[in-house]
């Protein structure tokens, strides 16, 4: 238990009325607690009568205090939404519509298998495949674009910056959220 007046410094040598005593000494640490935290238990209220007892209230020291607050359980699996919200979304939002025209001409066999981590060298890549075939490459990377664009709409809505709720500043204040940009690191020397 702690005193209730705390112990006396003596005054410092050099009777410099500015200088700081020393601290006090502190308790001994306490062990770490073994058992499980138990849910909060509601108390009767106290009579009028009885005396205040401030050593049985240790809410503050708990090392489980925060259990007894923490009453929502997080949310582990988040539902997946039914079609009719899928549907919505993607009017809204649109959806990936990347289809790839050379499909049924491109290499089935695992061409990149034996190559150690399959990093197969750009020119031992079949001609058919789709990594050579630029117009592919072009319309994948266009695709991949404007999943990104919609993506971030998305997330200014759900921050409540919308396009339609913006005027012409505020659309260019909410670009200060995001920066991305396409690097081509064909031509660079140093990593990106």
């Known amino acids: 238990s702690i005193p209730d007046v705390a112990p006396s410094n003596p005054p410092l040598s050099n009777g410099d009325a500015n200088s700081k005593p020393s ?3 502190t308790d001994p640490p306490v062990p770490a607690p073994t058992d499980p935290p138990q849910p909060a238990k509601e108390e009767p209220a106290e009579k009028p ?40 979304l993607a009017d809204k939002y649109g959806k990936w519509h ?19 981590n399959r990093d197969i060298p750009g020119e031992e890549f079949p001609e058919t495949a789709w990594q050579g075939d630029a117009v592919f490459v072009n319309h994948y990377l266009n695709d991949a674009d404007q999943l990104i664009s919609r993506t971030m ?31 081509d690191l064909s031509t660079s020397k140093e990593p990106p």
């Open 49 to 88: 009568n009885e005396e205040d007892n401030d050593d049985d209230d240790d809410d503050d020291n708990n090392p489980y205090g925060y259990s007894s607050y923490a009453t929502i359980l997080p949310l582990v699996d988040h539902p997946l939404p039914d079609e009719e919200t899928k549907k919505e």
């Open 23 to 25: 601290p006090a000494p």
């Open 153 to 183: 709409e998305a997330i200014f809505v759900e921050y409540g910056h919308g396009k339609e709720n913006l005027g012409p500043e505020g659309l260019a204040d909410r670009m200060k959220m995001f920066h991305w940009s396409r690097e």
């Open 98 to 116: 990347f289809w790839d025209g050379e499909e049924d001409d491109r290499p089935e066999e695992d061409y990149c298998g034996k190559y150690p």
